[in-house]
């Protein structure tokens, strides 16, 4: 079936930069863009980035400030986020979610993660 | 663009009819998503394009606007329908945009 698997839960210092995984199965990697989407504990969900899994392309939520990179590896058929100079308003739930529509578009999302705890503590 | 949703709780009974807003600080076309989240778990895609009913979703659920101005009806609440609702704009993106969320809680 189709689905998505994130890495577990981490745990950093200010400062530091976490990295998480989402491997894909169940279809073509390369045909779904993957996005990434945060929710904090109580809060909305927010969109980070979007990456087209195909041609490497990404796009960023300007929310960072350039703290975020978005990467794939297609012969693992695997995405990741990098979010760098981690503070304590980054701990929150972040999500891996597959494009809804093949072609590498960005619209919406249904293939979902579990979702991956970030704690950013000193 | 911000999406603002109402009301921010809703309680209602099992059988009966919900009615959720999400309106967009400027027009989003028909560009617009509805996810439902329970606790614990990631969201899940009910309708995109303002209108289309993801795959497996029941047809109780239907959604309907354009522009600046949508709605998500549940016709007949059932018990496992009491979750966190979030519509999401893709129109202009970057960035795609949530909304604030709306609880539906049993009355």
């Known amino acids: 079936q189709v689905q998505v698997v994130q890495s577990g839960a981490e745990v950093k210092k200010p400062g530091a930069s976490v990295k998480v995984y989402c491997k894909a199965s169940?279809?073509?990697?390369?045909?779904?863009?993957m996005h990434w989407v945060r929710q904090a504990p109580g809060q909305r969900l927010e969109w980070m980035g979007w990456?087209?899994?195909?041609?490497?392309?990404?796009k960023y939520s300007q929310n960072f400030q350039g703290r975020v990179t978005i990467t794939r590896d297609p012969s693992a058929s695997t995405a990741y986020m990098e979010l760098s100079s981690l503070r304590s308003e980054d701990t929150a739930v972040y999500y891996c979610a597959r494009e809804a529509f093949s072609g590498n578009y960005c619209s919406y999302m249904d293939v979902w993660g579990k979702g991956t705890t970030v704690t950013v503590s000193s | 663009i911000v999406l603002t949703q109402s009301p921010a709780t809703l309680s209602l009974s099992p059988g009966e009819r919900a009615t959720l807003s999400c309106r967009a600080s400027q027009s989003v076309s028909s560009n617009l998503a509805w996810y439902q989240q329970k606790p614990g778990q990631a969201p899940r895609l009910l309708i995109y394009d303002a209108s289309k009913r993801a795959t497996g979703i029941p047809a109780r659920f239907s959604g309907s606007g354009s522009g600046t101005d949508f709605t998500l009806t549940i016709s007949s609440l059932e018990s496992e329908d009491f979750a966190v609702y979030y519509c999401q704009q893709r129109s202009n993106w970057p960035p795609i945009t949530f909304g604030q969320g709306t609880r539906l809680e049993i009355k």
């Open positions: 990456i087209n899994t195909g041609n490497d392309n990404t």
């Open positions: 169940g279809y073509i990697f390369t045909s779904y863009a």
